[in-house]
């Protein structure tokens, strides 16, 4: 038997940049573009969205992201991935909804039910979703609606939950996201319009059907997965089985499928560990100009593998994420992490490396912030996921 192809770390970092858009000349000239290259992109801040966006991409607007989301719908908002909000291609939701939304769905209805008995509002968690659920979809029947006007609207969803004990966290919360959540993890709902800046997450909730259209069936979740591994390993590859398991949130027993059922090829990496990338995925990209890189926080890039030595030295892990391995903003100079961003009052965009990178580095990436100083017009965006790094940075 041969020996396995090999994969270097160099090539690796190549292949970022080629087929995450961020090389220069490479960069994509649409929306749905950059999605499809990066298979999902991460949405729980909502303005990663549009700076996943601006960092891919030449001409394109905050209205060019917004208008692909609201008015063309080649892109969707879909709770998926590790209970993870993300814009997919249209097209993908069917396995989304198949395979990781449906293992998401399943522990939150279990986990709904518990609390909903617990808190005393129903014997039966589970008939009393249904209830609520059921609800939600009626009044939705009759057009579109947020979050607050659902609450306002249907006894169903005005519970609270929690704040029954001493510890810090335990505070009442309202049941309403919660019967959302489950909805729009099954397809029934979808996140439409925004009732906010493009910055803020303020959803419209929709019927899927009034949304899209006539609505596909879920795939089933062999298939599912199969289509999200596949689309990983074209954006991601190479990657660990681990990488695949924790990017998907779900078991190793699937991703062993589902890397069979692509007939996904296995590689060495230079860590010594087996990566795996698609049939026809093995060649070298070929030389790539050195570039810079100014990527938001839980940008997709940053978040694609779960062993991430390869592109980001362990000693920048603590300042660069916070505890729960959420990452902040970060600066990339050829192919590394070598810092992150900041903005201004006025909505400057400033550096803050953690690395020497050479005047072509320094260069590079004072350009990269001129231009998304540029891109942002004024716009200053607050961010949940804040490093330790991005904090020191705005400290006077």
Same mark, same amino acid.
């Given at each position: ?25 490479? %960069? ?53 991935? %590790? ?314």
């Amino acid at each position: 038997m041969s020996a396995a192809p090999r994969i270097s770390d160099a090539e690796r970092r190549r292949r970022i940049a080629v087929r995450h858009g961020l090389a220069p000349a490479y %960069r994509l000239d649409s929306v749905v573009a950059v999605t499809e290259a990066m298979t999902a992109l991460h949405a729980t801040e909502a303005a990663t969205v549009h700076l996943a966006v601006a960092a891919r991409s030449e001409g394109l607007t905050p209205a060019h992201v917004d208008h692909e989301l609201y008015e063309a719908r080649g892109v969707v908002k879909q709770l998926a991935m %590790r209970r993870t909000l993300f814009v997919v291609p249209r097209e993908l939701l069917p396995a989304a909804w198949g395979s990781a939304s449906a293992r998401v769905a399943t522990s939150e209805r279990k986990r709904i039910a518990r609390a909903i008995a617990g808190a005393g509002i129903a014997d039966d968690g589970g008939a009393w979703l249904d209830m609520a659920r059921a609800a939600v979809l009626e009044r939705l029947g009759a057009g579109p609606a947020t979050t607050s006007e659902l609450r306002a609207e249907l006894p169903e969803l005005t519970g609270m939950v929690g704040g029954d004990t001493d510890k810090p966290y335990d505070r009442p919360v309202p049941v309403a996201p919660w019967v959302l959540t489950h909805l729009g993890l099954e397809g029934a709902i979808v996140r439409g319009r925004n009732a906010g800046h493009w910055r803020l997450n303020k959803p419209i909730w929709t019927r899927t059907v009034d949304w899209l259209g006539p609505v596909p069936d879920p795939l089933d979740e062999a298939a599912g997965y199969a289509e999200l591994v596949r689309r990983w390993l074209a954006t991601f590859g190479p990657g660990t089985a681990a990488d695949l398991q924790w990017w998907l949130g779900s078991t190793k027993t699937a991703v062993t499928r589902a890397l069979r059922d692509v007939g996904a090829v296995e590689v060495g990496l230079d860590d010594g560990s087996t990566g795996w990338v698609n049939p026809d995925d093995v060649d070298d990209t070929g030389p790539v100009e050195p570039w810079a890189a100014l990527l938001p926080t839980l940008d997709p890039t940053v978040m694609g593998w779960r062993s991430r030595a390869f592109y980001l030295d362990p000693a920048h892990v603590s300042h660069l994420f916070d505890t729960n391995g959420n990452a902040g903003t970060t600066g990339w100079w050829d192919g590394r992490v070598v810092g992150c961003w900041v903005q201004d009052d006025d909505g400057t965009v400033r550096l803050s490396l953690l690395e020497d990178v050479g005047a072509d580095g320094v260069a590079a990436l004072e350009q990269e912030a001129r231009r998304l100083t540029a891109w942002l017009d004024g716009v200053v965006v607050g961010h949940v996921y804040a490093s330790r790094q991005m904090k020191q940075a705005k400290l006077p």
